[in-house]
């Protein structure tokens, strides 16, 4: 069968298979960890079935159930700290001029590019050093070193696409300068602090090294819990919690996005 001149073959570009390389490099090991969260074996390496025992039995586990507690006690109180401190961190870089604005301005987002060991180490110094015993509230002190500089970012990228006269507008119109950020900005960042404070409470629910640093005896997190057990091997129980985690936090991260990008085209 010949094939005309006007006719050409369909042609594969290297950027798509690269990229689809690169996606089952990324997700092929979470689809293999939840086929086998339904395994009905104890061992992940025979298939003997599809069940949702492993699943029911989460809910039933009472050292699973207070990992968790311990979980969104952390991540909602580091968040809702992080969320007012970082708003008004992001305003005070945008609007305000002042000595030391510079340095200032790369202190407060160094938590995002420094690694998690050195925040865990220093943040365990400085308790040391200062004698606090170590709880569940020094696991939010130190989230919300890295949540108030993540919050702070997203809003600040939000600040900068706003138009600074509906201020000025305001206080023309004889609101207070508290007025006019209550009514008028606060609104305008929604947005981008809601977004801002997903993605930390994802970071803060799904943080391991920190945690483990800084934690008191018996206050365990989720993420330490599941490392406690699978020291000793990785049981059908622990792949379950493992996909109901990511399953959590891909959703979270989907309407943190879909939040900023909405509040960008407004």
Known sequence: MNISPTQKKPRVVWQA????IMYIFMYLPILVLGF???????????????????YRKLFSDDRILSALNNSLI????????SAVLGTLMAV???????PGKSLYRGVAYLPLIIPDIAIAV?????????????????????????CLAYVGLVVGSRLNNLDPHL?????????????????VLVPQLMPGIIAGCLLAFVLSLD???????TAGSGYNTLPME???RIRTGVKPDINALSMLLITVSAIVAFIAEFMRILGERK
Request: net charge negative.
């Open 74 to 81: 952390v991540a909602f109180c580091a968040v809702g700290i």
């Open 226 to 228: 599941i490392f406690s």
């Open 92 to 98: 005070g870089l945008a609007r305000y001029k002042f």
């Open 167 to 183: 201020e000025e507008a305001a206080l023309d119109l004889g609101a207070t300068p508290v007025q006019a950020f209550i009514k």
């Open 122 to 146: 220093a943040t365990l110094v400085f308790l040391a050093a200062f004698a606090i015993p170590l709880s569940l509230w020094t696991i939010v002190a130190a989230h919300i070193v890295f």
């Open 207 to 213: 943080d391991f090294l920190i945690a483990s640093f």
């Open 17 to 20: 298979v690269l990229s689809v």
């Open 36 to 54: 086998y969260s339904f395994n009905q074996s104890p061992y992940s390496a025979t298939w003997q079935g599809f069940t949702l025992d492993w």
